[in-house]
């Protein structure tokens, strides 16, 4: 069964960014990539064990296109689906899709509150799955490192941590900008998102690099796609600098 047709893996995705990225563990809770979805969670959970506590989670890519938007929305949908009451929050304040996911205006949002211009309490939004809350990126800044690095920033981690049971953060790739080393030493753990068939191992290895190079705590790496990804779409995890999914 085909779930998503087949792209060329090279281009850039401007689809996710005007629309949004797909819900699967959402609109097909039951098909294998939702599930495959779920066992991602899992091993995020038992690596969060091992650091002794979980609370905020960076998702992060090498690279643009890789797939690092649809694995943390399916993700925080997973989570609340499993009892969890989620912050999803997008940082990705160079090419924000949350708010085209969920359908929802992007006037107000992380960028408000981080600038003084708006607050938690109007800029974060339920939304239609039960336990998820979201927090879009609002208008996109001239400046996403320095708020990102911000103090307001940091409190406003702090406070989701206490309000939430998990806060999901979704930034931007980390081999092209400073925003996911920004958020990796502010969070319990970050999580690489590459894509088989167009990520490759030294473009993985810098952005493990990257985040190692701060001292932040990788969880692993989620392996979006199969070697017969004309056939389906699949998901892999594993741990370390790549696996056989990359190339």
């Given amino acids: 069964m085909v779930l998503f047709k087949k792209k060329d893996l090279n281009k850039i995705d401007q689809y996710t ?13 039951k098909s294998i990539v939702a599930e495959q979805i ?8 038992f690596a969060g064990v091992a650091k002794n506590k979980l609370k905020s989670i960076v998702i992060t890519s090498p690279e643009i296109s890789d797939g690092k938007s649809t694995v943390s929305a399916n993700l925080a949908i997973a989570w609340a689906q499993s009892g969890k009451r989620v912050l999803f929050m997008d940082a990705d304040l ?32 339920h939304t239609v799955v039960g ?6 990126s609002g208008i996109v800044p001239p400046n996403p490192a320095e708020l990102l690095g911000s103090k307001q920033m940091e409190n406003l981690i702090k406070w989701a941590e206490e309000k939430y ?18 958020l990796a030493t502010k969070v ?43 056939a389906g779409y699949g998901y892999g995890y594993g741990y370390g600098y790549g696996n056989e999914n990359s190339k």
């Fill in 94 to 125: 160079r090419r924000p899709t949350l708010h085209s996911t969920f359908n929802l205006p992007n006037n107000e949002g992380l960028t408000s509150i981080l600038s003084g211009q708006g607050s938690v309490e109007t800029a974060i939004r």
């Fill in 38 to 45: 779920r066992m991602i969670k899992t091993n995020i959970e």
């Fill in 165 to 182: 049971d998990l806060l999901i953060i979704d930034t931007a790739p980390v081999n092209l900008v400073t925003d996911g080393q920004i």
């Fill in 17 to 29: 960014q005007k629309n949004g990225v797909r819900l699967v563990n959402l609109v097909d809770s």
């Fill in 131 to 136: 336990n998820l809350d979201v927090l879009v």
């Fill in 188 to 230: 319990d753990g970050t999580v690489l998102v590459v894509r088989y068939g167009k990520t490759q191992k030294t473009t993985t290895k810098r952005a493990i690099e990257l985040i190692q190079h701060v001292e932040g705590n990788i969880l692993g790496v989620v392996a979006r796609g199969t070697q017969k990804e004309v």
